[in-house]
């Protein structure tokens, strides 16, 4: 687990460092849970402090692949010089600061520390605490007997290397391929190539992976590339990113496609403390299961796309047969009626529409105001009026658009038919203004006003639906403003969630 409390804070705060060396940290941090997972270890990234008086602790990581040796969290700790020497002597030194096994060069005995680089400037220091390894070990001192695994040879031997490029100020990687939405970790499978590419050491998870792709040959010796490029059974414009992720020349991620199973890779070209080639390092993981739940929500989403786009046809065509019905219709109570229930089945269709080219759980309320707009604008033209839109409210929950959007059509409708004064050159506007908690939209028109008598409580069938929606649909506010005066404003407010 790692901890990212406070990182930027902290290095604005009490250290000296730029913004783009406070981002190079971020980018360390954000890739270490490799190094800790590798390395067995628990990480601490320690920074001076502006006053050069000690370190401040910005960052920590725990590894997955064993216990913890920090079971406190330490973010936001100070440490002045003297109390953690091996952190001092590589800020110093900028070398990196090791305690090993004798017998086991790989094998850490005490608290290391590597020095963070970038351009050539020490940024910080990764402290490295790999106590409960070595506990695990049986190791309490110089000459205990050590026995590790191969699997752990190279887990131990691939921090060395990654740590050692971080000291060069070669990691993380400035250039990646590609950009995975489930990139692999150290427990789902490792393979370790050669500087030819070939496979030296393969986990059991990356065999089994291999092995769902339909691989039925020893991964151990065989060029990835070449196993990659026969498994692959899908083409296309991954092809290239594919190969050079395989043969471990460049770093990135890129996914296997074998038409039964998905596997995902990450590379990651390694060099040794001499800056020498070491081969590469490539993360294996099972997608299979994700990339199955992922078409069947893509599939899902086009099935609501469906129906938004069916709701709105079929509002569409009951409008139309409103709108006929009214054209028969002689002038009076009834035939403004059936235009007023046009209107109002048009503003949930509207929705439906705009769900229908984008669904989710958010919808782009602007695109809806300015269709409502433009239904308004029809109105209010034939009278010699304007209808305008000013801010914007941004995305809004699907669920409550519809609501929103009808009660704004009766707003603008309503202004329309009795704010125009039945005169040229009169403008209806909406003006929305979203803050942190609350949409306010405001509909006002330059007409005659409203009556002196009118207050929140008159209950004309419009005013009446836009209460019921405002008030009791979505949990907000309607203001009634200008009673009396030339012009009316109508305002509502609707809480964000």
């Not at 390395?39 to 692949?65: H, I, M, Y």
């Not at 970038?118 to 049986?138: C, D, I, K, N």
């Not at 496979?199 to 691989?215: D, T």
């Not at 002689?330 to 669904?359: C, F, K, S, T």
């Amino acid at each position: 687990m790692t901890s990212l409390i406070g990182l930027a804070g902290l290095a604005r705060d009490r250290t000296e460092l730029s913004d783009d060396d406070a981002a190079h940290l971020q980018a360390v941090v954000a890739d270490w849970g490799l190094l800790a997972d590798l390395g067995f270890s628990d990480l601490v990234l320690w920074v001076p402090t502006w006053n050069e008086g000690g370190c401040v602790a910005v960052a920590q990581v725990r590894p997955t692949t064993g216990a913890t040796s920090l079971p406190d969290d330490v973010v936001g700790q100070f440490a002045p010089k003297g109390e953690w020497p091996c952190v001092d002597r590589a800020l110093v030194s900028r070398q990196s600061v090791l305690v090993r096994a004798e017998d086991q060069p790989r094998v850490p005995l005490g608290v290391e520390a590597i020095p963070v680089v970038r351009e050539g400037r020490v940024l910080g220091v990764m402290g490295r605490h790999a106590a409960a390894f070595s506990r695990r070990l049986g190791v309490s001192g110089i000459g205990a007997e050590v026995v590790l695994g191969e699997l752990e040879q190279v887990y131990l031997r691939s921090f060395d290397d990654l740590a050692a490029m971080l000291a060069a100020g070669e990691f993380p990687y400035v250039e990646r391929i590609g950009v995975s939405t489930a990139p692999p970790r150290v427990g789902d499978g490792v393979l370790r190539l050669d500087t030819a590419g070939r496979v030296e050491f393969a986990s059991p998870n990356a065999v089994s992976a291999f092995h769902r792709l339909g691989l039925a040959v020893d991964l151990q010796g065989a060029s990835l590339a070449s196993v990659v490029s026969r498994l692959k059974t899908r083409p296309g414009t991954s092809d290239e990113s594919l190969s050079v992720v395989a043969a471990g020349v460049a770093a990135g991620e890129a996914e296997i496609d074998g038409g039964a199973a998905v596997v995902t890779l990450r590379g990651l070209p390694l060099r040794s403390a001499g800056q020498q080639p070491e081969g590469s390092l490539v993360l294996v993981r099972d997608v299979t299961d994700l990339r199955r739940r992922d078409r069947a929500l893509l599939t899902k989403d086009a099935t609501i796309r469906e129906i938004h786009h069916r709701v709105k046809n079929n509002l569409q065509t009951v409008a139309s047969l409103l709108r006929l019905q009214s054209r028969r219709m002689p002038q009076g109570e009834a035939r403004e009626a059936l235009d007023e229930a046009v209107r109002r089945v048009g503003a949930i269709a509207v929705v439906h529409e705009v769900l229908a080219l984008a669904p989710g759980q958010l919808v782009d309320f602007d695109d809806v105001t300015d269709r409502v707009v433009a239904l308004a604008a029809d109105a209010a033209g034939a009278q010699g009026g304007v209808v305008q839109r000013e801010g914007s409210v941004g995305q809004w929950p699907t669920e409550r658009a519809t609501p929103l959007a009808m009660a704004l059509t009766e707003l603008l409708m309503n202004a329309v038919e009795h704010g125009l004064g039945g005169g040229s050159g009169h403008l209806v506007s909406v003006t929305a203004v979203r803050s942190d908690d609350a949409v306010t939209l405001v509909v006002s028109d330059d007409g005659p006003g409203f009556s002196s008598t009118l207050d929140e409580s008159a209950t004309g069938l419009g005013l009446h639906i836009v209460r019921t929606l405002v008030v009791e649909d979505l949990g907000g506010t309607l203001d009634l403003g200008h009673v009396g005066g030339p012009g009316s404003v109508v305002t509502i407010r609707v809480p964000v969630s």
